[in-house]
């Protein structure tokens, strides 16, 4: 399929945001606690201030981090992940070692567990054996995927160097070789290899998970013991209470980290309880641990990363990232801050909202208020609200207000909102908010029976229901509703397995007189060939377009309806995509197609016709193809793009087209080279660009429906022109208005 190279979108400033919450590791590196998490790296002082982040979007190449090392002679930090890669961060820059993600054929399973280093060389724990590296050009040594009587391909889940013999601890067994006067090349011989084992010590049961060093012993943990080695014989020290999720070594003696809010010391009954923080919020389970100068420093699976206090006393860290990586619907509201939903059934993390710089957080356990985590999915009204549903405990309305946002919760002790089961009245599950002309807001009673499709809040606040009639004994389940500009509303089956497909209805902007109201259903039981919807969006030419499970349909002529309720539109389906999955559908501000999918994004002319262009991890920064869902700013150009392992963000220049001219060109002056382009703003609608030298030659000619475009210096034969004045001519043939601007270009390359 061929892309429009003349019509392909400039994407610029991407930013990738993340959640640190979910913590996997923790290292001391110079007075610095480097915190691994499932979303990147954030660096902390020991008093808890923030001092970095790192993520895809400035450096790394991955994000859930397995493992960190820190190898002092070459002064390089080593961060290894899931799928192999090994970032590493050296004089302030990153490089990477992607030759264990290469042998993803030869190793199916190749996560990174762990790193040790001595003299030039970095030994890898693999989840399929040994892998070495020169620590200073970062090229591979040589690999050991089979060792003595074990089989081929066994994990190395812990690796150790203690009393100049290297230990690699396996599921099962723990293993070591003298690294006195040997080479490389003997190490990777299996033979040479010898099994750590005594009478009575293994156990079929057995599957460990730590190993830590002290002066004296080195300790191995699987989940409920700790043993200990002198070198001579394993001795069992301790039994754990519960699961063991990390070790570490105080003054010579071991600590337990346990992932059920206490820490345990070993052969002590000393054991340090916290479940809440500070301000006496819950944390939830610990998932790693570290002991630096007296200090104690927890991360947590799911609540982030901070310091003990005391027994059951405990200051969380904050941090810049967002919520949770999994982004399940976008917003942007009237400031253009985007909010995010995290999902809903079976679990969610709460929204959040973007706040100048920083995230503002709504979780249960820091605002009990919303009552539970599953809100999916986030409606941004024209009038400046925010709501946001959920699987469970009704809607949230947020009001703007100076400061930031009012909050309400609306379930069926406040509103009309009904149960979705009838032994649970309070299990309020509901679907997208919709404005109406009128300043109605329509809230979706997502799933029940013999209840309101729609609980409607007037602009007086009072509630109002709508077509209890139409779903009498039926259950029904829809998700989410846009009007189009003659009052009809759309609104998608949330049950792509039940043949529901599109609903629409106009009610004539009558509540109480149901005898003008126009309702139908466009399915296949209905006489079309479009199966269930997985997405719905309607254009500002009031086409909808549904995504499916294999390609788009277009719902055109939406006004017919009005006339013939029982004969629906024309549909047609799209020849493009046509055997692709599509997840959300997205309008920008000149009326064309954002379509995320599991194969990245395509963006599509007006009409569905033409590929703009497809973004993918192989073209783009994007972190992933599989695309959750897609929120445009429209009046800034901003694209956000949600995903389940973090939120990215980038910059086009399709924005809103003014009422108006108020041309803008910057930067000025324009540097070419420097510059990456200078962008000329405040276009009105369908206007025709000229750029003109100083005595009125044509260098550039544009014809644009954006309020904004990008010029990168260039002449009509890809020629960069020579320093100068230049005048930026804009016409409106829609509104016959014409406005001009003088820019200077400077060229030092060409003498200017």
């Not at 019509?7 to 996997?24: C, D, L, M, P, R």
């Not at 003595?148 to 066994?154: A, D, F, G, V």
Request: charged residues 15%; contains cysteine; hydrophobic residues 35%.
């Amino acid at each position: 399929m061929s892309v429009n190279a003349q019509t392909a979108i400039q994407t610029y400033n991407w930013k990738t945001y993340t959640s640190f919450n979910s913590v996997t590791t923790i290292v001391e590196i110079q007075d610095e606690l480097w915190v691994g998490t499932k979303g990147g790296i954030i660096v902390y002082d020991t008093a808890g201030k923030q001092l970095r982040s790192f993520t895809t979007a400035n450096g790394l190449l991955e994000l859930s981090v397995s493992t960190i090392f820190h190898d002092e002679k070459s002064g390089s930090v080593f961060v290894g992940y899931e799928n192999g890669i090994i970032d590493v961060y050296r004089n302030g820059s990153w490089s990477h070692i992607t030759d264990i993600l290469d042998a993803s054929k030869q190793y199916p399973n190749r996560r990174v567990n762990g790193m040790v280093s001595r003299e030039d060389t970095l030994y890898v724990a693999t989840a399929f054996g040994l892998v070495f590296f020169d620590t200073r050009t970062l090229t591979p040594l040589g690999q050991l995927d089979k060792f003595e009587s074990l089989p081929s391909l066994t994990a190395v889940n812990r690796i150790a160097i203690w009393k100049n013999e290297l230990y690699a601890l396996t599921p099962k067994i723990l293993l070591k070789i003298s690294l006195q006067n040997t080479s490389l090349l003997s190490l990777q011989i299996a033979n040479n290899w010898s099994i750590v084992q005594e009478t009575g010590f293994l156990k079929d049961s057995e599957f460990f998970t730590q190993m830590k060093v002290s002066n004296q012993y080195l300790y191995i943990a699987n989940s409920d013991f700790v043993f200990r080695y002198n070198g001579v014989r394993i001795d069992t020290i301790d039994r754990a209470d519960y699961p063991i999720r990390d070790l570490q070594i105080v003054s010579n003696s071991i600590v337990y980290v346990y992932s059920a809010f206490s820490i345990r010391f070993a052969g002590s009954s000393s054991i340090l309880y916290f479940s809440h923080n500070e301000q006496n919020i819950p944390i939830g389970s610990i998932s790693a641990g570290l002991f630096t100068k007296n200090a104690f420093f927890v991360g947590f699976q799911n609540t982030g990363f901070g310091k003990v206090l005391a027994t059951n006393s405990f200051n969380l860290f904050q941090n810049d990232g967002i919520i949770s990586n999994a982004v399940t619907s976008i917003g942007i509201d009237s400031k253009s801050a985007p909010w995010i939903a995290t999902g809903g059934n079976p679990a969610g993390f709460g929204f959040s909202y973007k706040l100048e710089d920083r995230w503002k957080f709504y979780e249960k356990v820091n605002t009990p208020f919303i009552r539970d985590n599953v809100y999916d999915n986030v409606s941004a009204l024209e009038n400046g609200e925010v709501w946001l549903s959920s699987f469970g405990v009704g809607t949230i309305r947020a009001i703007p207000t100076d400061s930031g946002y009012d909050l309400i919760r609306y379930d069926n002790t406040n509103s009309p909102l009904v149960g979705a089961v009838d032994s649970d009245p309070n299990y309020v599950i509901t679907g997208q908010t919709c404005l109406d002309f009128s300043g109605n807001r329509f809230v979706i009673n997502r799933w029940t029976k013999n209840g309101p499709l729609f609980c409607v809040l007037t602009p007086n606040n009072e509630w109002k229901t709508f077509g209890e009639s139409r779903f009498t004994n039926d259950n029904f389940e829809y998700d989410q509703v846009q009007m189009d500009r003659f009052g009809t509303f759309w609104v998608k089956s949330a049950n792509r397995f039940q043949q529901r497909g599109i609903l629409f209805f106009n009610y004539n902007r009558t509540f109480d007189d149901k005898s003008d109201d126009i309702w139908g259903t466009i399915n296949e039981t209905f006489g079309s060939n479009m199966p269930n919807p997985t997405a719905m969006a309607v254009d500002d030419n009031s086409v909808v377009w549904v995504g499916t499970t294999s390609g788009i349909w277009r719902i055109m002529n939406t006004s017919a309806i009005l006339q013939n309720p029982q004969r629906p539109p024309s549909i047609t389906r799209s020849q493009l995509l046509s055997n692709i999955s599509i997840n959300h559908i997205a309008v920008d501000a000149i009326n064309q197609k954002w379509v995320s999918t599991n194969e990245g994004i395509w963006v599509l002319n007006e009409d569905g016709t033409e590929v703009v262009q497809i973004l993918t991890t192989s073209n783009s920064p994007l972190i992933t193809n599989v695309i959750s869902t897609i929120g445009i700013d429209k009046k800034n150009g901003i694209v956000y793009v949600g995903t389940s392992i973090g939120l990215q963000s980038f910059e086009t220049p399709i924005v809103t087209p003014a009422n108006q001219f108020s041309l803008e060109c910057y930067p000025s002056p324009f540097v070419i080279r420097q510059h990456s382009f200078m962008t000329i703003n405040g276009l009105e609608i369908d206007s025709e660009v000229r750029i003109l030298t100083s005595s009125g030659t044509l260098v550039k000619f544009y014809n644009t429906t954006s309020g904004s475009l990008n010029w990168d210096g260039k002449d009509m034969n890809g020629q960069y022109v020579p320093s100068g004045i230049y005048i930026v001519s804009a016409h409106s043939g829609i509104n016959n208005t014409t406005s001009v601007k003088k820019v200077f270009v400077k060229n030092n390359i060409h003498g200017g």
